[in-house]
């Protein structure tokens, strides 16, 4: 089941540069995993110890993850994650 | 005459400000900070004999020369719990272009408490977001985001991760064109997060949703930080668009 995971900028360095990325998995916490195991450290910049980091947002297609099952969100085949990034500057 | 006050006069307030104050917009330029030579290639009302200026002052003079007549109001100071209130003081609207996360939340619980209208933007290398919001209506800057990131977390920066010249240009147009529609009634935009990246030349629209749970929109509750909220209306919906290209 792929998964297509577009990136905020900020997080794009740690999947050598990729604006989008595809994993697996039947839930966002799974396809994170997945794609950890791509790049290694890439949860850690997601993830804290209560779960999707408080200046990120992550998106299943349309949807906010906060709005329907966060991490345990169910996916599907073809389904697009956006993690959406708090910037400051101008 | 409706008064905007433009906190963060960089690469953002720069042409923001410009645009509403030909537009006939009153103007309250605030920020701190003196024009350095690193914020020329940016920060468009400033030019090399303005380093070491406030930026305000300079701007201001700026401002002057583009329309004359122009009413432009500098104050040279930070954002601060203990200056917030009277900066935003008989404004009808609030430009948002700072640099730094705790003046953004500063500013939207603010602003939230105040029932002022703001418009949030930000800008770090070939991409910048913009987001209006609306008393009362769809979520808040802190809805979006919650909190600022630790300073351990990645957070993108116009001093971290730099930005290219022309993309605050734009992004702070956008800013005064949605400062434009707010004042003039219309919400249609309030609520949503414009996140444009200029290298691919994509404009993507995030729709997020109001956030039961936020300090901002709790009501008849004093925000942690200070301010008694707005009654919060019912939820807009969040959803997640992708204009074609």
Redesign the interface.
């Given at each position: 089941m792929a998964i297509t995971i577009r990136l905020?900028?900020?997080?794009r360095?740690?999947v050598q540069g990729r604006?989008e990325v595809t994993a697996v998995g039947e839930t966002v916490r799974a396809v994170l995993d997945d794609v950890d195991r791509q790049y290694p450290g890439f949860k850690d910049?997601v993830l804290g110890e209560k779960g999707v980091?408080?200046?990120l947002?992550v998106?299943v297609?349309?949807?906010?993850i906060?709005?329907l099952e966060s991490l345990d969100t169910a996916l599907r085949d073809r389904d697009v994650l956006?993690i959406?990034?708090?910037?400051?500057?101008? | 005459m409706s008064l905007v006050a433009v906190l963060?006069v960089?690469?953002?307030?720069c042409p923001a400000a410009l645009a509403l104050g030909r537009a006939g917009v009153r103007l309250r330029l605030v920020d701190e900070d003196r024009v350095e030579r690193s914020n020329l290639h940016r920060q468009g009302l400033y030019e090399e004999a303005d380093v070491g200026r406030p930026k305000v002052a300079a701007a201001r003079e700026a401002l002057l020369r583009a329309a004359p007549g122009a009413a432009v109001e500098a104050r040279q100071t930070h954002f601060s719990p203990d200056t917030m209130d009277d900066l935003l003081d008989g404004v009808d609207l609030v430009v948002e272009?700072?640099?730094?996360?705790g003046?953004?939340f500063l500013v939207a619980d603010r602003c939230a408490a105040r029932g002022v209208p703001v418009v949030h933007?930000?800008?770090?290398?070939?991409?910048?977001?913009v987001l209006p919001v609306a008393p009362g209506e769809g979520p808040c800057y802190r809805c979006?985001?919650?909190?600022?990131?630790g300073c351990d977390?990645?957070?993108?920066?116009?001093?971290t991760?730099g930005?290219y010249g022309p993309v605050?240009a734009l992004?702070?147009a956008l800013l005064a064109v949605e400062a434009l529609r707010l004042l003039r009634g219309d919400h249609g935009n309030a609520g949503r997060?414009l996140?444009y990246d200029a290298w691919?030349q994509v404009a993507r629209e995030?729709s997020?949703?109001r956030?039961s749970r936020c300090p901002n929109h709790q009501p008849d509750t004093i925000h942690p930080r200070g301010g008694l909220m707005v009654p919060a209306p019912r939820s807009t919906g969040?959803?997640?668009?992708w204009p074609s290209r």
């Open positions: 905020a900028t900020q997080l360095a740690h604006e910049q980091k408080r200046h947002n998106f297609n349309e949807d906010d906060r709005f956006t959406m990034a708090a910037v400051a500057g101008g | 963060g960089g690469g953002l307030g272009g700072t640099d730094a996360f003046a953004k933007g930000a800008c770090v290398g070939w991409y910048g977001t979006v985001f919650e909190d600022a990131p977390e990645d957070a993108g920066t116009c001093v991760a930005v605050p992004v702070g997060v996140w691919r995030l997020p949703r956030r969040g959803r997640l668009s």
